[in-house]
């Protein structure tokens, strides 16, 4: 693996929107704040957020289980909650393994 180990934060977004899209840095930062917003607010109403090309977001229901606590052993019960899951679309899947989208060289999941 080749990774930079380079985290890519919400001010990396903004400044990448002002360089591109030639908007101000005041007007990019809140375009990617609204955007984000956004997505925020479906993920929390339950709703799946799809990206064409990109992925999409879900949000799925885990039910109680018994956990353990690995130091002591002791079952602990883990209450219900959501959980956010992100799939990738196979076009990303691709770009992320150096193959170019629609060349053929990809085989289905």
Same mark, same amino acid.
């Given at each position: 693996m080749t990774g930079t180990g380079k985290t890519v934060t919400r001010v990396d977004l903004c400044e990448a929107v002002y *360089? $591109?899209? !030639?908007l #101000?840095?005041? =007007?990019?930062s809140a375009f990617v704040e609204l955007v984000l917003k956004e997505i925020t607010d479906c993920l929390? $109403? !339950? =709703?799946t957020v799809k990206l064409s090309s990109f992925g999409s977001f879900m949000v799925r229901k885990k039910? *109680? &289980?018994? !956990? &353990?606590?690995?130091k002591t052993g002791t079952e602990v019960p883990i #209450?219900?909650?959501r959980v956010m899951v992100f799939k990738p679309s196979a076009i990303l899947k691709q770009r992320i393994n150096g193959h170019a989208p629609g060349n !053929?060289?990809?085989k289905p999941d």
């Open positions: *360089q $591109k899209v !030639g #101000s840095r005041t =007007e990019s929390e $109403k !339950g =709703e039910g *109680q &289980r018994i !956990g &353990r606590n690995p #209450s219900p909650r !053929g060289e990809s």
